[in-house]
């Protein structure tokens, strides 16, 4: 159950709901973490910007294994509702089922490379409470990596760590889509909606 109830669409700021469309591309709706923010449209736009930003691909670091690192990140965290949105996502920028199902376990999975897994390292030890980033990991990290790719990596590894602490803090309710991506890929996690409903 959500601690604050998200706008419906007819609720946000016209020109605010303009600028979130932006969502459904990737995850086919506006979520409900950003239909929360719009209460106050600055923060939501803000996030917005930010999401953009972080999402653009101008190196090696894909769309597809961008969501792939969220989804790491989020798993490491514990956030339900981010893990949902990120496999979905991953799944929608064109992740093979084999990715999807194996990314929770990268490490052990055939399915991703000696660079990616350097990466979803990164990402596992960035986002432990404490922080678990060593300097082997970031070798590991830097020899496969441009230091440009590292920031994409790092961008994307602290926008999930806000949307984290927002979604879980929030109680976050899931939408359909993310709900049946998570039942469809993470089925040999422990994942289930937990507090994350209506």
């Known amino acids: ?14 020109e605010l709901l303009d600028y979130v469309q932006f969502f459904k591309g990737p995850l086919g709706v506006i979520p409900n973490s950003v239909r929360t923010m719009a209460r ?10 930010l999401n953009v930003a972080v999402m653009q691909c101008l190196g090696d670091v894909t769309p597809e294994f961008k969501r792939l690192i969220g989804y790491v990140t989020s798993y490491v965290s ?6 949902a949105h990120t496999i979905l996502g991953s799944e929608r920028f064109g992740a093979s089922q084999d990715r999807l199902n194996d990314v929770w376990n990268y490490a052990d999975s055939e399915h991703f490379s000696a660079a990616e897994k350097a990466a979803l390292d990164f990402a596992h030890a960035a986002a432990s409470v404490p ?4 300097d082997e990991i970031a070798d590991r990290l830097k020899t496969y990596w441009s230091d440009d790719d590292i920031v994409e990596i790092m961008g ?14 929030m109680g976050s309710a899931l939408e359909d889509l993310p709900i049946a991506a998570g039942e469809k890929f993470l089925g040999a996690t422990d994942w289930k909606i937990g507090k994350h409903h209506d």
Request: with cysteine; proline share 6%.
């Open 131 to 134: 922080n678990a980033v060593t």
């Open 78 to 83: 514990g956030c339900r509702y981010c893990q």
């Open 40 to 49: 106050r449209p600055h923060i939501a736009k803000a996030f917005t910007d």
């Open 156 to 169: 994307v590894i602290a926008l999930f760590g806000y949307l984290n602490r927002w979604n879980d803090s």
């Open 1 to 14: 159950m959500p601690v604050i109830a998200p706008l419906e669409e007819n609720e946000i700021d016209a």
